[in-house]
């Protein structure tokens, strides 16, 4: 079923709530009739119809033959958290709950309809606590508080009843097993609806579904695969073979087609073990192990090894695996399938091997940026690393696995903070969450690295500053530039100024740092002008406390006179 979009019912709650409406409409002109005025409350609210907000649910989420349960109740789970973040100043008003003697008698499909309305009305009559504050107590992603709200007083078991006894007649029908699986998900929503679950479902009634549908994957499965023998001896031939051109086009228009079908399938499997329980093996067969062959040589380049034959494996080049991955993640269902592959002897390797490939491409890329020629060197690296966070998180690839890349990335990173001019520091920064991501980096040590790195790179570049000619002025300028660049990428930026203070001023005890000790002796011009800086409040005063004020000021004092 459609996904509510959130830009989409913003724009609803902005009409709704009359925000953002052009003038024209308010004031009307020569052929537009202005817009009709708002009743409003005894408190002087607006008034918001609820029947608006049930025509707009059911318009945008567009009748379909099943509406899955997971999908629905989320949909109404957004719509009511979008529309209540400024429900303040309104009030809702509200038509009578539908009875229950109607729900009882109408089909699934009516009768979704009415408890859907009866949780709408439910709602955005008790979202308003007396004193006009909203009741936030009210929303829970499951919207289990709401759905009993709205059924009390009511006793729906005879209902959940009717739905189950007039379910297991229609499957008893010769019907095509697409429709037989709507009446399932539309007879389980139904019970969510009214706080319940779908009573277990006699395993012979379910039977007929399943293996109709075993035999229809089963014969796309089939054809995928000749289709993908065929494929791979035209490649074979090259372009000797007569027409390349447009055979390789007519197999590649095939194998689109034969993919949508298996996505569409497998879209119906997960939903419907997810209600009866059962694993994806179980309901698939022996066509199971066969759609695993095939996901594995298409996208991810497995070539079966024969023992008698052994020879070397092809080198898996990346721009090839980078076409496949965009178009596996063009089918989100077979997406998920491909997951398990990694979980099996036979195909964990190849799976290993894509990602190792990733990762190389990525240090590759990292190494050039040491040299920058541009801004493209560092939208290059960005991409590469959108494109490895999308497939760790789709692939849902194992954290343990690869942990010497992943360790070579993190290194090759520091590396690159210590070395990036100032200006184009910013630029690797930003990088630090999807690299997190990448390299499944869950207790986020590189962002303690990051910091350290920050504050060990800023001392090191103030130390240096000595050796460049500069002005006294100047002196003074580029040791700001440096601590304030550095500390704008070390978020938040107090937590800069403390730990540099810290390391490189004084201890916490209140004693000299060794690195303080070691400018004083060897590089003083930077040591007193740190302690100028940071004995200042005009800079200082929002990042460390008065105390180390005033502990900088006394060193200076200090050292100023010998």
Same mark, same amino acid.
């Given at each position: 079923?459609?996904?509510?979009?959130?830009?989409?019912?913003?724009?609803?709650?902005?009409?709704?709530?009359?925000?953002?409406?052009?003038?024209?409409?308010?004031?009307?002109?020569?052929?537009?009739?202005?817009?009709?005025?708002?009743?409003?409350?005894?408190?002087?609210?607006?008034?918001?119809?609820?029947?608006?907000?049930?025509?707009?649910?059911?318009?945008?989420?567009?009748?379909?033959?099943?509406?899955?349960?997971?999908?629905?109740?989320?949909?109404?789970?957004?719509?009511?958290?979008?529309?209540?973040?400024?429900?303040?100043?309104?009030?809702?008003?509200?038509?009578?709950?539908?009875?229950?003697?109607?729900?009882?008698?109408?089909?699934?499909?009516?009768?979704?309809?009415?408890?859907?309305?009866?949780?709408?009305?439910?709602?955005?009559?008790?979202?308003?606590?007396?004193?006009?504050?909203?009741?936030?107590?009210?929303?829970?992603?499951?919207?289990?508080?709401?759905?009993?709200?709205?059924?009390?007083?009511?006793?729906?078991?005879?209902?959940?009843?009717?739905?189950?006894?007039?379910?297991?007649?229609?499957?008893?029908?010769?019907?095509?097993?697409?429709?037989?699986?709507?009446?399932?998900?539309?007879?389980?929503?139904?019970?969510?609806?009214?706080?319940?679950?779908?009573?277990?479902?006699?395993?012979?009634?379910?039977?007929?579904?399943?293996?109709?549908?075993?035999?229809?994957?089963?014969?796309?499965?089939?054809?995928?695969?000749?289709?993908?023998?065929?494929?791979?001896?035209?490649?074979?031939?090259?372009?000797?073979?007569?027409?390349?051109?447009?055979?390789?086009?007519?197999?590649?228009?095939?194998?689109?087609?034969?993919?949508?079908?298996?996505?569409?399938?497998?879209?119906?499997?997960?939903?419907?073990?997810?209600?009866?329980?059962?694993?994806?093996?179980?309901?698939?067969?022996?066509?199971?192990?066969?759609?695993?062959?095939?996901?594995?040589?298409?996208?991810?380049?497995?070539?079966?090894?024969?023992?008698?034959?052994?020879?070397?494996?092809?080198?898996?080049?990346?721009?090839?695996?980078?076409?496949?991955?965009?178009?596996?993640?063009?089918?989100?269902?077979?997406?998920?399938?491909?997951?398990?592959?990694?979980?099996?002897?036979?195909?964990?390797?190849?799976?290993?091997?894509?990602?190792?490939?990733?990762?190389?491409?990525?240090?590759?890329?990292?190494?050039?940026?040491?040299?920058?020629?541009?801004?493209?060197?560092?939208?290059?690296?960005?991409?590469?690393?959108?494109?490895?966070?999308?497939?760790?998180?789709?692939?849902?690839?194992?954290?343990?696995?690869?942990?010497?890349?992943?360790?070579?990335?993190?290194?090759?990173?520091?590396?690159?903070?210590?070395?990036?001019?100032?200006?184009?520091? %910013? *630029?690797? @920064? /930003? !990088?630090?969450?999807? =690299?997190?991501?990448?390299?499944?980096?869950?207790? #986020?040590? +590189?962002?303690?690295?990051?910091?350290?790195?920050?504050?060990?790179?800023?001392?090191?570049?103030?130390?240096?500053?000595?050796?460049?000619?500069?002005?006294?002025?100047?002196?003074?300028?580029?040791?700001?530039?440096?601590?304030?660049?550095?500390?704008?990428?070390?978020?938040?930026?107090?937590?800069?100024?403390?730990?540099?203070?810290?390391?490189?001023?004084?201890?916490?005890?209140? %004693? *000299?740092? @060794? /690195? !303080?000790?070691?400018? =004083?002796?060897?590089?003083?011009?930077?040591?007193? #002008?740190? +302690?100028?800086?940071?004995?200042?409040?005009?800079?200082?005063?929002?990042?460390?406390?008065?105390?180390?004020?005033?502990?900088?000021?006394?060193?200076?004092?200090?050292?100023?006179?010998?």
């Amino acid at each position: 079923m459609k996904t509510l979009e959130e830009d989409k019912i913003i724009r609803f709650r902005n009409k709704l709530y009359q925000k953002k409406v052009p003038g024209i409409m308010k004031s009307g002109s020569k052929d537009l009739n202005p817009m009709e005025k708002s009743k409003v409350d005894g408190q002087g609210k607006i008034i918001v119809l609820t029947s608006e907000i049930i025509a707009f649910f059911f318009f945008a989420i567009e009748k379909e033959d099943s509406l899955n349960a997971d999908q629905y109740i989320s949909n109404l789970y957004l719509l009511f958290d979008i529309l209540t973040k400024e429900a303040e100043d309104y009030s809702f008003q509200s038509d009578m709950r539908v009875p229950e003697k109607d729900i009882e008698e109408a089909d699934n499909k009516i009768t979704i309809e009415y408890l859907t309305k009866n949780i709408i009305i439910a709602y955005f009559n008790q979202v308003k606590l007396p004193g006009g504050a909203i009741n936030h107590d009210l929303l829970d992603p499951d919207l289990k508080t709401i759905i009993n709200l709205s059924n009390e007083g009511r006793d729906y078991r005879t209902l959940v009843g009717k739905v189950l006894e007039n379910l297991i007649e229609t499957l008893k029908l010769a019907r095509p097993w697409r429709q037989s699986f709507g009446d399932v998900e539309n007879a389980a929503l139904v019970c969510r609806l009214v706080g319940a679950r779908l009573p277990r479902i006699e395993k012979e009634v379910l039977s007929r579904i399943v293996s109709e549908s075993r035999a229809e994957i089963k014969k796309d499965i089939a054809l995928f695969t000749k289709v993908l023998n065929t494929r791979d001896q035209i490649l074979q031939q090259g372009k000797d073979h007569k027409n390349y051109i447009k055979v390789m086009d007519k197999l590649d228009q095939a194998i689109a087609g034969l993919l949508k079908r298996i996505n569409d399938y497998l879209g119906y499997v997960y939903r419907f073990i997810a209600l009866i329980g059962a694993s994806v093996q179980g309901f698939l067969g022996q066509a199971d192990a066969n759609l695993k062959m095939d996901i594995a040589k298409f996208f991810f380049e497995y070539e079966e090894i024969n023992p008698e034959t052994p020879q070397a494996k092809t080198v898996k080049r990346f721009s090839s695996l980078r076409y496949r991955m965009a178009m596996l993640f063009d089918y989100p269902e077979i997406t998920i399938f491909s997951r398990s592959l990694q979980k099996e002897e036979q195909y964990r390797d190849c799976i290993l091997d894509c990602f190792k490939l990733y990762f190389n491409e990525l240090i590759k890329q990292m190494e050039v940026l040491f040299f920058p020629t541009g801004p493209k060197d560092f939208k290059i690296i960005e991409t590469r690393l959108s494109e490895i966070t999308r497939m760790v998180k789709n692939l849902e690839f194992e954290p343990s696995a690869l942990e010497p890349s992943k360790k070579e990335i993190h290194k090759k990173y520091l590396s690159l903070l210590r070395v990036m001019p100032l200006e184009h520091l %910013s *630029l690797v @920064i /930003h !990088m630090k969450e999807d =690299l997190c991501i990448a390299i499944q980096d869950e207790s #986020k040590s +590189l962002m303690e690295d990051i910091r350290k790195a920050l504050a060990e790179t800023c001392h090191i570049r103030l130390k240096s500053l000595v050796t460049e000619s500069l002005s006294f002025d100047e002196f003074h300028q580029e040791t700001l530039k440096l601590l304030t660049g550095y500390a704008q990428n070390y978020k938040p930026q107090r937590f800069f100024y403390q730990r540099f203070f810290e390391q490189y001023i004084a201890t916490s005890g209140g %004693s *000299l740092s @060794i /690195h !303080m000790s070691d400018l =004083l002796e060897k590089n003083k011009p930077v040591a007193i #002008k740190l +302690l100028e800086i940071f004995s200042n409040p005009k800079y200082m005063g929002d990042f460390i406390s008065k105390g180390q004020i005033a502990f900088s000021g006394e060193l200076l004092k200090k050292f100023q006179k010998r």
